[in-house]
């Protein structure tokens, strides 16, 4: 693994099980904990939590659908408001078919039946442009905060490959919206990067990677420390570019889950 703590020096120290200690102090995020530690693979019906929907950006032009999944207990808890993940796809997922979502990633486990203390949002992103052409996430937050209790203080943010790259790029662009960002796989230009230092960061990226060198995520990693940010970077031994089944790791989503505004 490979920790890197505020204003630190990187400090390498490869390793394949990309996991490390995590303290919850908050008695709000002890109980979501609790709710992610009962997950039941064979929960029945669960892609009746999934609801698809279009989103039209500001410009008219460009529709980005989405897959959207509620926690299992959203309905018998009428006042309760839940943390938001929102989740970037990567290149091969593009288009205006939802079920490829579920190929890897949270969709993928929400397929085969895990439950998750979130409400998850997936968007598509259209086959002829990357995540960052358009400026679509305000529109869809307003939609979404309309018609779900979403906690505003918790909205986080994930992707892979494509998507990794994609969170780097919103996260710098609108970082007034994220508590914590989970980038997989991709790389950014780091020049606006000052603009995240809030958002706390935990990157992952394969050591093997031929697709996307792993020096593009620790470029990005180098410039949010040394610009001020909080940043955990998990290199993977052995592993290349397919690195999905971090998302089977619940240690990332308590990780996420100890972030707030």
């Avoid at 989970?182 to 603009?195: D, E, H, R, Y």
């Avoid at 996307?212 to 940010?229: H, K, Q, Y």
Wanted: charged share 20%; aromatic share 14%.
């Amino acid at each position: 693994m490979v920790f890197l703590e505020k204003s630190g020096k990187r400090k390498t120290n490869i390793d394949s099980s990309s996991s490390c200690a995590v303290v919850i102090r908050k008695f709000s995020v002890v109980l979501f904990l609790f709710l992610f530690s009962c997950i039941n693979p064979n929960f029945a019906g669960v892609d009746q939590s999934y609801r698809s929907t279009g989103m039209v950006l500001a410009d008219g032009n460009t529709s980005y659908r989405y897959l959207l999944y509620l926690p299992k207990d959203y309905g018998r808890h009428p006042s309760r408001e839940w943390p938001l993940l929102v989740y970037l796809h990567g290149k091969s997922c593009r288009g205006y078919n939802l079920e490829k979502l579920k190929k890897y990633g949270p969709p993928y486990l929400v397929s085969k039946g895990w439950n998750f203390p979130f409400i998850i949002v997936s968007p598509q992103c259209p086959p002829d442009k990357i995540w960052s052409t358009d400026d679509w996430f305000p529109s869809l937050y307003k939609s979404l905060s309309n018609k779900y209790r979403i906690d505003r203080r918790r909205i986080y943010l994930t992707g892979m490959s494509m998507g990794g790259s994609g969170v780097w790029a919103l996260a710098i662009k609108h970082p007034e919206y994220f508590a914590a960002a989970i980038p997989l796989c991709g790389g950014w230009s780091t020049k606006n990067i000052k603009a995240m230092k809030s958002v706390p960061v935990w990157a992952f990226h394969g050591a093997n990677d031929n697709v996307v060198s792993p020096t593009e995520t620790e470029e990005m990693v180098d410039a949010l420390i040394n610009a001020g940010g909080r940043v955990r970077y998990s290199k993977l031994k052995g592993q290349g570019h397919s690195i999905h089944k971090v998302y089977e790791n619940r240690e990332m989503y308590e990780w996420l889950l100890k972030h707030g505004k």
